[in-house]
């Protein structure tokens, strides 16, 4: 049994969706995020001292954190791939996990973040990476030649832009790609899962709504 360790609609999503795709047992253990974007869960620490998510349990007992080296696991047990293809892959994830994670939606969903640092990552910093990732997806709907967990991790990424700024992934790429990925069973099985999580963590907190 592979266990993630997850919040509903963190990056972790992506993880989510490519453990559906990959059918194997898995289960799903939530926990709480708190200041400084850290997990408050009691006992999460042992686990990954960082306090981020996500933090995947393999059925050996091996913990992968870090959003990248999961992805990276993630297409190692999907359809083979050459070395260069490969090397792609983590080159889309590491953008994504630094150009528009970390850089934009990171502080566009941090409470703590000043005004004018959102505003300067949404008008500044977001265009030229969405004009990249356009680029890419426009008239295929994959970053790649075939589908990966690069692919899924973008679509995390613009279903939360399509939620803050709904004008910005506008393009026919990106809407092809939220259209068409939320199409498929595996992803809707886990985005019905991650909205049952959501409620209940607001039904439970109510002020964190």
């Not at 992803?187 to 439970?204: D, G, I, K, P, Y």
Request: proline residues 9%.
């Amino acid at each position: 049994m592979h266990t993630l360790y997850t919040f509903p609609f963190a990056c972790s999503f992506a993880v989510h969706i490519g453990l559906e795709r990959l059918a194997v047992p898995f289960e799903i253990t939530w926990v709480d995020r708190g200041y400084a974007r850290k997990i408050m869960t009691n006992g999460f620490d042992a686990l990954n001292p960082k306090r981020k998510v996500p933090a995947l349990v393999l059925p050996d007992g091996e913990v992968l954190t870090e959003m990248v080296a999961v992805l990276d696991w993630l297409d190692e047990q999907g359809a083979p791939r050459t070395a260069l293809r490969r090397r792609r892959h983590l080159e889309w994830a590491s953008f994504i996990a630094t150009e528009l994670h970390q850089q934009v939606l990171g502080p566009a969903f941090d409470p703590a973040t000043p005004e004018a640092g959102v505003e300067d990552a949404r008008n500044r910093l977001l265009p030229p990476v969405l004009a990249h990732l356009e680029a890419a997806v426009v008239g295929r709907g994959t970053l790649l030649d075939t589908p990966s967990p690069a692919d899924d991790f973008l679509y995390w990424a613009t279903r939360l832009l399509a939620h803050r700024w709904p004008e910005t992934v506008q393009t026919p790429g990106l809407q092809a790609l939220l259209e068409q990925t939320t199409a498929q069973p595996p992803v809707r099985t886990a985005l019905r899962r991650e909205v049952e999580a959501l409620a209940a963590a607001r039904a439970a907190s109510p002020q964190a709504s």
